[in-house]
């Protein structure tokens, strides 16, 4: 057992670096890596597997120790108003730099919240795919961290009462550049790798793709767990809402913009510009790919048309601009793809809820820590920027507690980048107004506004270098392209070209103006963080400080340095510098006694009694008389005016600690109320399933009595057979006959909507179900039709474990599973997605037929109790036999015994799913142009070979 070390260092006695080092450091060796510095939690990131993020280990949380789920677990209850304040919105806001654990953070935080407020609605798991989906398209391996968020992301979570009821997204900043260009060490995006890695023959000839090493884009070699993890990410997609058109769209854009990169240019003897011949077949490949003429793209490839006074003049491009312009389309197209994945996403996981209702919420800010790299360009200006704006936020949150010290905190670089007309922001909007305005012009001007500034600082050099003193230092910004990205317009040739595109989703895309969740222009991410602001300062704040313990992403290692920089970088110095001022040092009474007055005493006991600190008594007046000469007495008066104001700074630490410390015990007290509350719950779910099974039992007494009842009924069922339109809702007769034979009292009215919801869903499946649940003419074995909870459980009541059947809800557009558990039968429901995709209840996994979700669950369990489907229930019961006589549809199930049946499809299936799928919109010029390329490589083989031979 290691030393018992603080678990807040707002309780230290001294709060300095060192000593928050210290402990930090102490409680990192004893695998503790989260820590409150009051409000703040910082979180050093342990590079290995913890088990604190267990199921059981979050439930056991009981005494509220630094943990990230405590910090959801006090936004989602303040959000409720279960905690000191009343219900308000919340705000969790984690910062650190790259590798720090911000995503991590944020993944754990959203878990944990969907666990406190699980309703077992689909949406919470849909909530937990976006993840897995941003991470795919904005992120990339970087030397820093393998996983590196290459965006900035603010979710929303919308709830009503405690239960969520959708999300929304907003993302800052996507690192577009990275598409076209990765330094060494570096990758381009995710979803490039885990595309070509896992994608099937069949598809990649679909899409118009070959191995990986033929990109430029996207040069690498296949790792196996990308193909896991294309898998992921296309079922990610499923389980959010896309339509399989749409996935197909979009990886076909994402194939054309690698075809993109491999077009090459060639000077001609004219001034034009050809393409390569190497390369004419990617050309025509990218065509087909974005859905576009091969001349238009050709066009806007090679030449630039502006129009001037009316007339359209062509500039033809040299090569540079010629691959520039190849670039800027990959760069835009990319962007312009992420943005729609993010509005597509926030479409998908809207509130569905009437305008009127209220609803709270709880944020979360994951953004790029502050950066100062070797050569800091216009990214980083805008990443620092947001930063500043965020521990802005955060000092004014900290100084407001300490009213004290507000004045100090007004934002000077507010002035600096924020003012208009002549701040550095408006200039730059300014100057990229100018068309044949510069990078130095830009800076010119700067130098000229601000060389007095107090946090700028002029560079005297050729390239246009400025420095700007940010809160966590300074940094020196190269501004060479700064104009450029400020314009970030794309040409008017390129936007026409896609808007023309034949895909809907590109020409969607380029047709709209830049949405607000499209990849930001600065002036945008002005606007945007503006509004972010906005929202954060009205709701209830959480911080998460991400620490990187060392360079190496190596466990159980902590570089002193490092950790220094970053909570410098982070702020948390500067809290500690304010908290400090204000009322840092927390001595426990007796040491202030004797630290701050010593031999004064005497004197210090008459100011104690002014302040009303009373229990304290004095020492020894006796010190105080053998000290007590004239020229001390000066001395001592102002030793006194120092002590008069510590103690009047203590005395406001003891009112804040006293506050937090009530404050503290509220939470305590309230979770102690919460699981007591659930206990009783608990306790009161318990018994309603022992009555529930009471009943159970009592029923089933009753339809034994009633089975030759039954009996009398099934020349009916014959009769009403031959009248309708057979299928297995046919059996769900018994349940109609149910309720004369239950002989109880049944409200007319119920009947009425009872039964209208019944035809409804045989009219959904025999619309849109039959069709995909059939094969060789008939429904498979486990497949039983409308049929009741109970019958279903009479069906199983004999059968082995791991027996199942489906069958169709009795109220509901969609299907349940009923298992032979170990104690009991389980009943799960299926839902069915609006893209129709099927999933069950609570599991991460979207099917394409019941037929694969059976099969898939053969293999991995169902939770929570991973139960495997062992063995399909036949459809046996007499009314099936009867069905066989009447129905063809049925017969081929109904032969075979169950147990002969495989729960699977084979060829059959394959079959059927490429004569249903969506396939790119130009798929024959995209295979065209694949044979094209495919030749002139094979004719380059041949060269090469008999150039070797000779
Ligand atoms: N709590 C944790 N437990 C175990 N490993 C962690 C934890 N947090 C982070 N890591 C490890 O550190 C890596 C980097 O973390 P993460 O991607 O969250 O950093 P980040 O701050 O989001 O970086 P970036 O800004 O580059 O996106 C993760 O891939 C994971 O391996």
Redesign the pocket.
Known sequence: MGEKLPEDLASLSELDEKSLLEVLTGRFTQNL?YTYIGDILV?I??????SI?EKEVSVSLKSLPPH?FAVADRAYQSMLGRLATGPKNQCIVIS??????????TK?LLRHIMELCKANSQLEQQILQVNPLLEAFG?AQ?V??????RFGKYIQLRFQNSSVKGAKINEYLLEKSRVVHQDEGEQNFHIFYFMLAGISTEDKEIYGLLDPTRYRFGKEDVVHAWRLKYAEVCNAMDMVGFEEQEKVDMMTILAGILSLGNIAFETTDSDALKVSEASRGWLKATAGQFGVQEEDLLKSLTCTTSVTRGEAIQRLHNQQQAEDARDSIAKVAYGRVFGWIVSKINELLAPKVDCDVELSEIGIL?I??FENFAVNRFEQLCINLANEQLQYFFNHLVSMENSFTHARFVPLFQDLFLTKPIGILSLLDEQSAFPQATDRDFVDKLNSKFKTAPNFEVVRNHTPLFTIVHYAGKVQYNASGFLEKNRDTIPANIRELFINSVTPLLSVLFAATISRTGTLMPRKAKHSLAVLMEKMFAAGPHFVR?IKPNRS?QPDQLDSKLVMDQLRYNGLMETIRIRRDGFSWRPKFREFVERSFGLFSFSCMSILNSTQLSGWKCGSSRLFFKYWHQEELSRLLERLGRAALVIQKNYRARVCRRRYLSLLEEIRRQRQAQREREEREEEERRRQQLEDERKRRLELEQENRRKNLIALTLSLIRFLFFCGQATPFDNELNVHLDAPLMLQPIDEERMKEKHLKKTNTIRWFKETQVRKLTRDGGFPCWFHGMITRRQAEDLLIDKPLGCFLLRVGQSREGYTLTYRGADRCRHYMVEMQSNGKYVILGEDRAHSSLTDLVQYHTQVGIKPFMELLALPCGQVRPDYEELKDFTSSLSSAVERPAEDQDMDTGSHKVHLEMQSRPFPRLYPSIRLAMREIQQIQQVQTHTHRDTDIS
């Open positions: 890596i979180a990131n342990p590079f290995k597997y913890l993020y990230i650190g730099e790259s590798g720090a654990g911000k995503t991590e953070s754990l992120n970087t820093m961290n393998d996983n590196s968020s994951d790029f820590g991400c992403k």
